[in-house]
């Protein structure tokens, strides 16, 4: 795994920052959801408003919709993916998500009990993917969003030897 | 396991070979319509079977072959085990119990129209059916390593769990299955995958049965020998030590060598802590619920009757004043007494008892009976919650933090519960004699966050407060209302001031002797203990507003109790501290080399290690 040089999470200091960043591609797939909900909004604002006559009120509901909707797929993908990071070391799995709120996840490896993938109608279009690793605990699940594809079979490999070595699940 | 069933009890004996007696005997009285035909179907020829009662039935090696790949299970001694046979009556008639409102719409509707019988004549008969595909399919048994529930007609699913994962095992018994001397087993494991439906439960075991399963799956000790295969009518073996229970009757003797000590038992003096909680609100809930259910089914209209009508109209001819006060009294009256009776039926006979060196068992109810049994090696915490009546009261509540038990709102209805709304000492007394914590861990004083904490705390009720205040005015500006109104609701903001206060007085954690504490809340304030141990993964969370201030959440994830336990707005350095001298060496890989140096500044060690006691001092 390529390790960037050890450099203080901007974001929290006293955290170091995670090594690896996901795929470009997951901006495009940002976007393109972004944009997909945004429209679905800004149809129903649309009908709501047809049917009514296109009113004063309404016109600059429009209008504001747009703009947000606009601005959200714009900026949200490409601070998602600046935040958006992930690290295995041999003991942990360590990764940071989020974009206006962050969530950092550390996961000791030798407790992790089962390790899915998920692709979505959409990551398989851009050819994505994300890698869920449970352990004994509900709110335990550590999820990498955004991988490459082929990327996350590795990890998948990876994680599998690494979590099979350890007995028990410390529960 | 034939031989507990002949020689168990007074209420086989009563059953064999009679119909069950549907008609007068259950608490829904002559109002099933379906009566007639349960008394003269399946269930009672069944019942009036022989000699052989309500037992199990051994030995039905046939399930071997659907369960590939495991050779134990293929094996010819195999013997699954099935439920009572009573099992067929409680299911129907739990179903049908719980659609009694509907039922006797039903048959009022009936009488009036004469359409509605056939309707509840084939409800009746489909819940008899699901009863008894529910006990034909269901089977279970218990190797030395795995156990395996089986249940399912159409669709066949075969749970299956390896014994050591096995924490708790939960004995439930609601009036119905206590008439009947059945009763419902949960088994609790770590496990989180099992989607809703599918769990652990076998439901209409046998008492004797019930105990046996406890014995075993949680001791570890084996059954006292699998019963002769393929012999429906065999003698019975001379091999259970447990002495019947009879109904209501003290626990069976147990297995020489097993030590109870009692740790707790219910005092009627904790009844004044019933209207402190939130049972009564929960159980109007409940009442109200039934109540609307039954109006609409039946079409009556209770604001219509005489009497109904009589309270209106004295009510109406009195002042304003006078309605406030009555009306407020008895509505308060009616509260406190509700809340008493449901108390009294949650925890009716509450006794907390160890069970010899490495068990606890929880037992209480009046009408629907439970026995929790609680394997201590897996009891990870307690969490002592007290609510903000209950504060005022000096009581407090201690629940059990414990892998295969979730907590969650309903506490009494997951079995957790060690201690119920009782004096604070209690709870302290009961943290202390199954963890052996000490005092000022449950009680003491803990660190503050902080004056970046206290801030968002302010901020936020205030603002809460500004946002209510400002919606009453433009409501009381809609509708053209007196000022007054929204002039008064300005008392919002010292109102929200207190709150805030409250909130950050209670916001605290605290790292010592491989516990860490922490508490959160006012409205329901609670101190979650945790050993150091269980602690699997950490969490941090950070709103663009924290980043601000320079706070996180920081979030223990665990296997026990809610799965995970949060210190709330803690100022970084300090939460990341915690997570180092709590579990040492898994943050410490990511910390940043010049922070360590920090926090070796500040009083601890990097690489603590986690049971320590190190107790953070700044």
């Known amino acids: 795994m390529r390790t960037d040089a050890i450099a203080a999470d901007p974001l929290l200091p006293g955290l170091r920052v995670p090594g690896n960043r996901v795929s470009r591609r997951a901006i495009s797939y940002w976007t393109a959801r972004a944009a997909l909900s945004g429209s679905v909004v800004?149809?129903?604002?649309?009908?709501?408003?047809?049917?009514?006559?296109?009113?004063?009120?309404?016109?600059?509901?429009l209008i504001a919709t747009f703009v947000l909707a606009a601005l959200h797929a714009i900026i949200m993908p490409r601070w998602r993916f600046s935040v958006h990071r992930w690290e295995i070391t041999d003991e942990a799995l360590y990764t940071r998500a989020g974009w206006f709120s962050v969530h950092w996840r550390i996961a000791p490896i030798s407790r992790i009990q089962t390790i899915d993938s998920h692709r979505s109608v959409g990551e398989r279009i851009f050819g994505l993917a994300n890698v869920t690793a449970t352990t004994a605990s509900a709110a335990g699940p550590v999820r990498i969003h955004g991988l490459d594809r082929q990327l996350a079979d590795r990890l998948l490999d990876q994680l599998a030897v690494a979590t099979g070595q350890t007995p028990g699940d410390a529960t | 396991m034939t031989a507990p069933d002949l020689t168990g009890g007074s209420d086989d004996a009563a059953l064999a070979g009679d119909a069950l007696p549907v008609g007068g005997a259950l608490p829904g009285?002559?109002?099933?319509?379906?009566?007639?035909?349960?008394?003269?179907?399946?269930?009672?020829?069944?019942?009036?079977?022989?000699g052989a009662g309500g037992g199990t039935v051994a030995g039905d090696a046939r399930a071997a072959g659907a369960l590939a790949g495991d050779a134990v299970l293929a094996g010819p001694a195999v013997a699954w085990r099935r439920l009572s046979r009573r099992s067929m009556i409680v299911r129907p008639l739990t179903d049908l119990v719980r659609l009694l409102p509907l039922v006797a719409g039903l048959l009022i509707l009936h009488t009036r129209t004469g359409g509605g019988l056939v309707w509840g004549v084939l409800a009746s008969v489909?819940?008899?059916?699901?009863?008894?595909?529910?006990?034909?399919?269901?089977?279970?048994?218990?190797?030395?390593?795995?156990?395996?529930?089986?249940?399912?007609?159409?669709?066949?699913?075969?749970?299956?769990?390896?014994?050591?994962?096995?924490?708790?095992?939960?004995?439930?018994?609601?009036?119905?299955?206590?008439m009947l001397g059945v009763c419902r087993v949960n088994i609790g494991t770590g496990r989180n995958d099992l989607r809703p439906g599918e769990s652990f439960h076998l439901d209409g075991v046998t008492r004797a049965d019930a105990e046996l399963l406890r014995i075993e799956l949680l001791t570890g000790t084996a059954a006292p020998g699998p019963p002769a295969p393929l012999a429906p009518l065999a003698?019975?073996?001379?091999?259970?030590?447990?002495?019947?229970?009879?109904?209501?009757?003290?626990?069976p003797a147990r297995p020489s060598g097993e030590r109870t000590t009692e740790i707790l038992r219910l005092q009627l003096g904790w009844l004044r802590f019933a209207p402190l909680t939130l049972t009564g609100v929960v159980v109007?809930?409940?009442?109200?619920?039934?109540?609307?259910?039954?109006?609409?089914?039946?079409?009556?209209?209770?604001?219509?009757?005489?009497?109904?009508?009589?309270?209106?109209?004295?009510?109406?001819?009195l002042s304003v004043v006078q309605r406030i006060l009555v009306g407020g009294s008895?509505?308060?009256?009616?509260?406190?007494?509700?809340?008493?009776?449901?108390?009294?039926?949650?925890?009716?006979?509450?006794?907390?008892?160890?069970?010899?060196?490495?068990?606890?068992r929880v037992t209480r109810g009046l009408l629907s009976v439970r026995a929790t049994t609680i394997s201590l090696a897996r009891l990870r915490g307690v969490e002592i919650s007290e609510s903000l009546l209950l504060r005022a009261a000096r009581g407090a509540r201690c629940i059990a933090i414990?892998?295969?038990?979730?907590?969650?709102r309903g506490a009494e209805r997951e079995g957790s519960v060690l201690s119920p709304p009782a004096p604070r000492a209690v709870a302290l007394h009961v943290a202390s004699a199954v963890l052996g914590l000490p005092e000022d861990l449950c009680a003491g004083p803990l660190i503050q966050h902080g004056p970046a904490a206290r801030r968002r705390r302010y901020v936020r009720a205030l603002a809460g407060a500004v946002a209510v205040i400002a919606a009453i005015y433009l409501a009381t500006r809609a509708q053209d209302g007196p000022a007054w109104v929204w002039v008064s609701s300005f008392a919002l903001l010292p109102a929200a001031a207190l709150l805030a206060a409250d909130r950050y007085r209670s916001l605290g954690h605290r790292l010592a002797g491989g516990w860490?504490?922490?508490?959160?809340?006012?409205?329901?304030?609670?101190?979650?203990?945790?050993?150091?141990?269980?602690?699997?993964?950490w969490r941090v969370h950070q709103t663009w507003f924290q980043r601000r201030q320079g706070l996180i959440t920081l979030t223990a994830t665990t296997a026990a109790g809610q799965q995970h336990y949060s210190v709330r707005d803690v100022p970084v350095a300090q939460g990341l501290a915690l997570a180092t001298a709590a579990t040492g060496e898994l943050l410490q890989p990511f910390l940043r080399k010049a922070a360590a140096g920090d926090l070796a500044g500040s009083g601890v060690a990097a690489g603590d290690s986690p049971r320590s006691g190190v107790a953070i001092s700044y």
């Open chain 2, 516 to 537: 860490l504490v922490t508490r959160t809340g006012t409205l329901a304030r609670r101190r979650n203990i945790i050993s150091t141990d269980a602690i699997i993964g």
């Open chain 2, 126 to 178: 489909f819940a008899v059916a699901t009863g008894l595909v529910h006990w034909a399919t269901t089977r279970y048994l218990i190797t030395a390593e795995r156990v395996y529930v089986r249940r399912g007609l159409l669709n066949q699913k075969t749970l299956s769990v390896a014994r050591d994962r096995i924490r708790s095992v939960d004995v439930t018994a609601h009036l119905l299955h206590r």
């Open chain 2, 235 to 251: 003698p019975p073996a001379p091999s259970a030590p447990l002495t019947p229970a009879a109904p209501r009757a003290p626990e």
């Open chain 2, 330 to 360: 008895v509505l308060l009256a009616c509260y406190v007494l509700i809340a008493m009776v449901g108390y009294i039926a949650v925890f009716w006979d509450f006794r907390l008892t160890g069970i010899g060196t490495d068990t606890l």
């Open chain 2, 402 to 408: 414990a892998t295969g038990l979730h907590v969650g």
């Open chain 2, 284 to 317: 109007l809930g409940v009442l109200f619920g039934a109540v609307i259910q039954i109006t609409n089914a039946t079409e009556i209209n209770i604001a219509a009757t005489d009497p109904v009508q009589h309270v209106v109209t004295d009510f109406t001819a």
């Open chain 2, 29 to 50: 009285g002559g109002v099933l319509p379906g009566g007639g035909a349960l008394a003269g179907g399946g269930p009672g020829g069944a019942l009036a079977n022989g």
């Open chain 1, 42 to 61: 800004l149809i129903v604002e649309l009908v709501f408003a047809g049917m009514s006559g296109f009113p004063a009120p309404w016109r600059a509901a």
